[in-house]
Every structure is written in C-alpha cells, then in structure tokens.
C-alpha cells in the first residue's frame, strides 16, 4: 500500500513557477514510477509527466515539455515537478500517482496507475 500526499500548488501569475511535491508512505517507493496528472474544470484528467523508479526515464505530454520537469528522489520518498512559464491553461488540480512498474517502462495513462494522491490546486492567473 501506498500513500501519497500533494503539496505546493497555489495561485501564480502567468510566466510564474511553481514547485509541485508528493510524498509517498511505504518502504517499497522506489520500486514505483511516478507520475502527475492534471484535470482542469469541465475537462477529463490529463497526463503531464512522469518517471521511472531509477528516474533515469521520462515521459512529458508534448504541452508541457521545455516547461515541466519531474524529478524523485528516493531516499525523501518524494517525486517533484517543477513548472515554469505557467500560462493560465495550466490552471487545474494536479494528482500523482503512483505505478507498480519497476523497470525503464514510465507509464503514460490512468489506468497503469495504483494509487492516487487527494491533488492540489494550482491556479494561474492572467
């Protein structure tokens, strides 16, 4: 089982950046890709990006890549995605997931995933 908790979203002025975080409860965190996910009001959740246990691996939706970048690390149990040049279209709720693969495969959809964290909001103003 595992758990995980969003944190760091908030209101931002495009341009703006922001620190997304996910703790993960558990021992086994490292055998997991990670991944975050976002659903903006009245739209289906979208993926953004994710990466494998090693984090050797990525995986961006092409909207967010040159302004997303996910990380981990293994030893805090936390995955991050940091967001520059936010554009208020980036405005929604963000969820990580986590998957149990534990290889180089970095998983792309909702299905492939475990478990869920509650989200956090990030909103971006014009």
């Known amino acids: 089982q595992v758990q995980l908790v969003e944190s760091g979203g908030g209101l931002v002025q495009a341009g703006g950046s922001l620190r997304l975080s996910c703790a993960a409860s558990?021992?086994?965190?490292?055998?997991?890709?990670m991944g975050w996910f976002r659903q903006a009001p009245g739209k289906e959740r979208e993926f953004v990006a994710a990466?494998?246990?090693?984090?050797?691996?990525?995986n961006y939706a092409d909207s967010m890549k040159g302004r997303f970048t996910i990380s981990r690390d293994n030893a805090k149990n936390t995955v991050y995605l940091q967001m520059i040049s936010l554009k208020p279209e980036d405005t929604a709720v963000y969820y990580c997931?986590?998957?149990?693969?534990?290889?180089?495969?970095?998983?792309?959809?909702?299905?492939?995933?475990?478990?869920w964290g509650q989200g956090t909001q990030v909103t971006v103003s014009s």
């Open positions: 997931a986590a998957a149990k693969k534990y290889s180089e495969y970095v998983p792309r959809r909702e299905y492939e995933y475990d478990y």
């Open positions: 558990g021992r086994t965190f490292s055998r997991y890709a």
């Open positions: 990466v494998s246990w090693s984090a050797i691996s990525t």
